[in-house]
């Protein structure tokens, strides 16, 4: 990826979500097909033409492309160049575009990487969860800790220069001091780009079932803190930047620029099974059921779910909590722009008491929350948001 | 009229008044069977939710008797539970009698002798009936001699019934015709109609329902209501057949309802007297005594926006719950609201869970309290049920606090704990007497502010279900009270504070900061609550705040889901009010006053 030239921050962001997986994670509830057959990415990717053309003419040049799943790399090379094709047919893709695609250690072919690199991917992000063998069984992961190693290797070796990965924690049983040694093994690679997200357990999945059965209970509080805290703290004397909840980047130009569309109400596409879309205060998504997306497709209809026009107490709750995710944090001015509100005129001084108590810092034009703060990020706008549809006037009303 | 009759069921709660409605009704064949549901008369979701009649109701049976005559039957169910009492005096007066309930198995209790007593007063029929015979430890031979002994009625009135199983009740129908006289009164006279219950109807306006003793009132004519003289042109009357039926008309001695248009809430008051205006009668019917409240709390409403359209909600409910009284009221924490009289806690509860209910109100009350007396050094006597308004204590000379006495009844066997419990809650001038063999009846003078709050439950639980209890207030004690000032993060919330006894105000100071620190739940910031006499704090407890409170991943362009769980959660705590920094829930300020044990 070429950093010289950020494009405007309001280009689009295109996702593309890719149904497959060879096998099923017990604690994953993200769409997928498992097994599946040629024939079925066959008839996925010719509906995604399909649905490709709908929207052919709304959205402006993307500037972001991000291919996620479900399992993308359980693509074969000829498909994913067909997938990249039909996206450069039906859209304008800026020069300089950031292009991720979502890779499975276990599928960390040098083959298969050469040909992302052909295709113009110059942004991976590797599902690497740990690297410690128990941890990755407990998981259910078809990958061990050698392979994991060995495709970080590959991807370095293909010539990719902007890496991500993906860790898990606070999985039952596991230690902090346990937890750390995998992310010293993931500081050895000197990633571009790390998200360690707390392991959660989602309904309908299998560990739902077992949590229901009091098997995986949830971490405590204390620990859950604890585990928050030690990343970032290992991260940021490594000398990343903590700038999201759940994710680190070696310096500000390696932030995911996808990612960032999704916090600030930049429009997004969203293509295929159970994808979201927002555009000019619609959000909309496809239903989850591939056959069903594929058949409304192959009769002309578009496979949309379910939509939402965002009303202005929804949207200001969305900037609320989004915005307290990130080191940025919530621009005063661009606040009260698009949502009329003073931000540090709350009532109850909640700024200054959020000061007080460490949260959040007042800085540079804008509300960005501490570590601690983002650790609470969710309470945060809660309370944020509370004193906002409390106050007699104000038009933000949360959730009408 | 001579085929009419109008009667009440009474009895101590529980004893199966509205299920011997159920099988009186069903023996009629007002309802066809598939159609029949259990406490049919408990009509409102709260009263089934709880099991328990909250509103008499009303409704008209028609009987051919023994005697080949039709008959008309009017039945007002009633609750048996003691805060609604006054629902059970104004039923009273528009009858000639009643069916007195008693369980087989449980024999007479502390409120079958109360409701006994009103009937009297009332000067009504009595007709003892003993229910649940079917109980494998029904004992009516027991029962037959406490009606004697203890009721002073004759035994060998009494009918043997199960409600449950239906058994007995034709003897019933026939002891209603026979014994109950009809009602006096006369067609010819002007109108004069009692109101004795409401209820507001958003399309049609107020539903008036009442008993006509003299007169006749039918659809066009001009009524007058006579205690403040307003007029309406009435547009239906009708009778209770389960629902409303429309009548042609409704004359003396009967028991319906008249709709008028009214849509001015506050000229109907229940216990005023109907006439026509163009033939008035010459002086109103006795109306009804003034509900006595016994406890007092503040209502607010949880966004203060809301104020008056709480207290729209409160002259409505009004109309349909004659037993509270209210007025505006402000608090410093809280903000505006109204000061209400309840007849004890139950009544507070009901009244706090229907205006949520039917009229969409969120609110907070205040923590309970008594009406308590204070002599000030100026001369002047303050009657004061709010402890905001707890007067200067450098002025205050003498301090009194209301006393009541208990009566209760239970098995011998229990009298040891029961007599703990009173003395733990300041009894004196215990009197015991045995009624009949086994059976104990205890007489104790105490507080009421220690009787309210949750000694019957307490009684109850101790008793194993078999004690009942029944009070009056006799007269105002000195006592020597304090006020209990609770402050959180360092401000006073005068809505929690209480007027305590200073022999226990440590421990109810303890109680409250303990009670509070469980029933708020942690927040963003720190919560310090400290209870506080005088200035001097004399118990703490602090609430530690989240510190991990965010969801680890932001999925994909999925925000939706993650915002709609953010209002969920918001949702859950709409029931709670803001007061400075802290979100309090409703259930907060009743929990101070609770024991631990339940
Ligand atoms: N075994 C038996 N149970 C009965 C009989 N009559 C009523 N019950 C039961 O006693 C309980 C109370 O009955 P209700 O009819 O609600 O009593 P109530 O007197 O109307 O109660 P309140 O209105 O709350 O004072 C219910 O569980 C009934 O099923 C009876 O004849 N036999
Ligand atoms: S975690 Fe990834 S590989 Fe596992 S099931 Fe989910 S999408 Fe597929
Ligand atoms: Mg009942």
Known sequence: ?400 | MNQIRNFSIIAHIDHGKSTLADRMIQFTGLVEDRNFKDQILDNMDIERERGITIKSQAVSLPYRAADGQEYTLNLIDTPGHVDFSYEVSRSLASCEGVLLLVDAAQGVQAQTVANLYMAMEHDLEVIPVINKIDLPTADIERVMEQIDGELGIDPYKAIPCSAKAGIGIEPIFEAIVKKIPPPKGDDALPLSALIFDAKYDPFRGTIIHCRVFDGRVRAGDQIRFMYNGTVYRVEEVGKFLLSRSRTESLGAGEVGYIIAGVKTVSDVHVGDTITLDGRPCAKPLPGFREAKPVVFASIYPIASDDYEELSIALEKYKLNDAALVYQKDSSVALGQGFRCGFLGLLHLDIVQERLEREFNQSIVLSVPSVRYRFSLNTGEVLEIDNPSLYPDPAKIDKTEEPYIRATMMFPEKYLGTVMKLCLDKRGSNTRIHYPSPGRTELFVEMPLAEVIFDFYDRLKTLTQGYGSFDYEIIDYRVSDLVLLDILVNGEKVDALSQIVHRDRARERGVHACDRLKDEIPRQMFKIAIQGAIGGQIVSRSTISPFRKDVIAKCYGGDITRKRKLLEKQKKGKKRMKMVGNVSIPQSAFIAVLKSDTD
Request: aromatic share 10%.
């Open chain 1, 1 to 400: 990826m070429d950093r010289r030239a950020p494009p405007a921050p309001s280009a689009p962001g295109l996702y593309v979500h890719v149904p497959f997986c060879l096998t099923k994670c017990p604690y994953c509830h993200f769409h997928s097909r498992s097994p599946f057959g040629r024939e079925d990415v066959k008839r996925w990717l010719d509906a995604l033409s399909l649905e490709a053309a709908f929207y052919r003419d709304l959205f402006p040049p993307f500037d972001t492309v991000y291919i996620g799943g479900g399992t993308p790399s359980a693509l074969t090379a000829s498909e994913m160049g067909r997938l990249a094709a039909a996206i450069r047919r039906n859209f304008a893709i800026e020069p300089f575009s950031e292009w991720t695609v979502e890779v499975n250690p276990g599928d960390a072919a040098p083959g298969l990487l050469a040909v992302y690199r052909d295709l113009g991917i110059n942004r991976v992000n590797a599902g690497i969860q740990s690297f410690d063998d128990e941890t990755l069984s407990f998981l259910g992961r078809r990958h061990d800790a050698r392979q994991a190693a060995k495709a970080v290797e590959a991807l370095r070796s293909a010539g990719f220069d902007n890496i991500g990965l993906d860790l898990l924690y606070g999985i039952p049983g596991q230690t902090v001091e346990e937890w750390l040694e995998t992310l010293s093994a993931a500081l050895r690679y000197e990633p571009e780009h790390l998200s360690c997200y707390e392991l959660t357990v989602e309904p309908g999945t299998p560990f739902f079932v077992l949590r229901e059965k009091g098997v995986l209970p949830p971490l405590p509080e204390d620990l859950s803190l604890r585990f928050f805290m030690e990343t970032s703290g290992r991260l940021t004397d490594n000398g990343y930047l903590h700038y999201e909840v759940s994710n680190f980047a070696r310096d500000a130009s390696l932030r995911s620029r996808h990612n960032r569309k999704y916090w600030d109400h930049t429009p997004y596409l969203g293509l295929g099974p159970s994808a979201h879309s927002f555009l000019e205060g619609r959000r909309w998504w496809n239903g989850e059921d591939l056959d069903a997306w594929e058949k409304a497709l192959r009769e002309g209809r578009r496979p949309v779910g379910g939509e939402e026009v965002l009303t202005t107490g929804q949207r200001c709750l969305e900037s609320l909590f989004l915005g307290l995710r990130t080191s940025e944090g919530i621009s005063l001015d661009g606040f009260r722009e698009e949502h009329g509100i003073d931000l540090l005129a709350l009532q109850g001084g909640l700024v200054e008491r959020s000061a007080a108590e460490g949260l959040l810092v007042v800085d540079g034009g804008a509300l960005k929350p501490t570590v601690r703060g983002m650790a609470v990020a969710d309470g945060l706008a809660r309370l944020f948001s509370d004193s906002l549809s409390l106050r007699d006037g104000v038009s933000c009303p949360s959730g009408t």
